[in-house]
C-alpha cells in the first residue's frame, strides 16, 4: 500500500492534487442575515406597547387556566368522538351494502364540505327550526321526552357537534386509507387458513394500518386544540374567551392574546411529542439501536405542528 508524504508527493513521484476547501459563502451571509432579522425583530417587540411584567400573571390567570381546561376537554372529547363515528363510516364506505356506501358517501360529502365554523354556528342556533326536541313514536301524539333546545344546545354541545361531526369526516377518509394500504393477499391468507374475520382485522389488517392511520390523526388531533378557538364566537370559554373576558375589564388586549398563545405552543408541543413517539410505536423501521436523529426530528415535528393552520381543509 502506497503512502503519502507531507510535501504533498507519492514516493512513486506523483504529484496528489491540491486539496481545494469548499466556501460556504452563501451559507454564512443567510445565516447572518436570519440573525440580524431576529435581533430586529426582538429590537422591534421591546419597544413595543405592551406590558410585558403582566404576561406571567395572566399566564397563570385562574380566568386563562379555567379556558385552557375546556380547550384541551372539548378538544379530547371532539377528537375521540370523531375516531369513534370516522371509523364506522369508513367501514360502511368499504362494505358491500349499496345503502350503507350511499350513507357514508353523503355522510363525508356533508360535514366535509361545510366549515366548522358554519357547522358550529347551526347547531347554536337549532332552537330556530326546533324549538323542542321530542322523543316519542311518530305520527302519533306518544311523547317519551320533550326538552327545550335551547336548554340542550349549551355552548359546549354546539361546539362538540360542530368540531366532531366535521372531523368525523376527515377521520372516515383516513381510516379507509389505512385500511386499503394492508395488501390484499395478506387478508386472503389468513382467510385461507380458516381465521375470522375479527380475527384478520386485529391480527393482519390493524396493525398495519395503524402505521398510516395514526400520523394524520395526529395532526388533526393537534389542528383540533387550535381549532377549538373557533367555539369563541358563540360565548365557549376556551382560551380566545377567556383572554378577551379579562381584556374587556383592563384593556391589556395584547398581553392576554400572548398569554393564550403561550399555552397553545405548550399543548401543541406535548401533544406533538406525543404524536412522535406513538408514531414509533407503530412503525418498525424507527427502532434502530443507538436512537440517533430522534431529537431533530422532534423538534422538527413539533415545529411543523406549531405552524400548520387550525383546519384550513373545512374552510376549502
Known amino acids: ?5 507531507t510535501d504533498g508527493v507519492r514516493p512513486e513521484g506523483r504529484t496528489l492534487l491540491p486539496q481545494v476547501r469548499l466556501k460556504h459563502t452563501g451559507r454564512w451571509i443567510s445565516a447572518a442575515v436570519i440573525v440580524v432579522l431576529l435581533v430586529l425583530l426582538v429590537i422591534g417587540a421591546s419597544q413595543g406597547d405592551i406590558d410585558y411584567a403582566a404576561i406571567p400573571a395572566y ?16 378538544a379530547i372529547v371532539a377528537q375521540v368522538s370523531a375516531i369513534v363515528i370516522g371509523v364506522a363510516i369508513a367501514l360502511m364506505r368499504i362494505s358491500k351494502n349499496p345503502v350503507a356506501v350511499a350513507f357514508a358517501s353523503g355522510y363525508t360529502w356533508l360535514f366535509r364540505g361545510l366549515p366548522v365554523l358554519l357547522q358550529i354556528l347551526l347547531w347554536y342556533n337549532l332552537a330556530l327550526i326546533f324549538p323542542n326536541l321530542q ?3 311518530p305520527f302519533t301524539d306518544i311523547v317519551f321526552v ?10 359546549f354541545v354546539a361546539a362538540f357537534l360542530g368540531l366532531a361531526l366535521n372531523e368525523s369526516a376527515y377521520m372516515a377518509e383516513i381510516v379507509r386509507a389505512g385500511l386499503k394500504s394492508v395488501d390484499r393477499g395478506q387478508i386472503e391468507a389468513a382467510q385461507s387458513i380458516g381465521e375470522t374475520p375479527a380475527q384478520r382485522m ?14 394524520p ?3 388533526d388531533f393537534i389542528n383540533m386544540l ?6 369563541s364566537v358563540i360565548g365557549y370559554m376556551e382560551l380566545i374567551k377567556a383572554a378577551n373576558n379579562i381584556s374587556s375589564f383592563n384593556l391589556q388586549v395584547m398581553e392576554t392574546l ?7 405552543m405548550v399543548i401543541v408541543s406535548i401533544a406533538s411529542i406525543g404524536q412522535y413517539y406513538l408514531e414509533r410505536a407503530f412503525d418498525r423501521q424507527d427502532r434502530r439501536p443507538g436512537g440517533r436523529g430522534k431529537a431533530p426530528t422532534l423538534r422538527r415535528r413539533v415545529a411543523a405542528d406549531l405552524g400548520r393552520a387550525p383546519l384550513i381543509r373545512s374552510t376549502q
Open 146 to 155: 320533550s326538552l327545550n333546545t335551547n336548554d340542550v344546545m349549551t355552548t
Open 226 to 231: 387550535k381549532g377549538t378557538a373557533m367555539a
Open 59 to 74: 399566564v397563570v390567570s385562574p380566568v386563562i387556566l379555567e379556558g385552557l381546561v375546556n380547550t384541551i376537554v372539548l
Open 1 to 5: 500500500m502506497s503512502t503519502t508524504r
Open 202 to 215: 386485529s391480527r393482519i389488517v390493524l396493525p398495519q394500518a395503524m402505521r398510516v392511520i395514526i400520523p
Open 217 to 219: 390523526t395526529g395532526n
Open 135 to 137: 322523543l316519542g313514536i
Open 258 to 264: 400572548i398569554a393564550a398563545a403561550i399555552w397553545y
